[in-house]
């Protein structure tokens, strides 16, 4: 299971967040667990050296707001239904900041995360996609503040 690194998003983004995965789960749709959050990169190893790196890349830049537009689907995982941002010049460059700092620092980058095939978003459900998305549309858009960069294992 590989390393990544997550976008963790403000209270009220994430109560929202949840709010639409309840609504989900009460219709035996399948939900991720644990708090919903914006991958930014990810790889099979993501060392201490990396972290800071990355780290210093992004104390250089304000660390944005995510606008959470677009119900959809991601390739390649065709069982997830998510919550797609508007991407704009500000998000991306703190995409690419924390990229510099991982660049040829980690082992196994994940290539759905690099710069220039990254498609923003937070997942809704894991399974039946086009049920979720009957149940969800038309969404009300949430705005989330990018609250802290984090690592998880």
């Known amino acids: ?13 994430c109560a929202e967040l949840t709010a639409l995965r ?12 644990g708090p919903p959050s914006v991958t930014v990169a990810a790889a099979g190893s993501i060392p201490a050296a990396a972290r800071d790196a990355m ?4 104390r250089l830049l304000a660390l944005p707001s995510i606008w959470l537009a677009t119900l959809g689907t991601v390739a390649g995982r065709p069982d ?3 919550l797609a941002a508007v991407v704009d010049a500000e998000l991306l460059a703190v ?13 196994g980058p994940v290539a759905a995360y690099l710069p220039g095939t990254w498609l923003p978003h937070c997942v809704l459900a894991t399974d039946r996609p086009a049920e ?12 989330a503040r990018v609250a802290e960069v ?4």
């Open 1 to 13: 299971m590989p390393q990544t690194v997550r976008f963790r998003l403000d209270d009220a983004a």
């Open 22 to 33: 309840t609504r989900l789960a009460a219709h035996g749709i399948a939900v991720p667990s």
């Open 55 to 58: 780290q210093a890349e992004l």
């Open 80 to 82: 997830e239904l998510v």
């Open 95 to 107: 995409h690419a900041a924390a990229h510099d700092g991982l660049a040829g620092r980690v082992r």
């Open 132 to 143: 979720a998305f009957a149940l969800l549309h038309p969404v009300t858009p949430v705005r």
């Open 150 to 153: 984090a690592v998880d294992a």
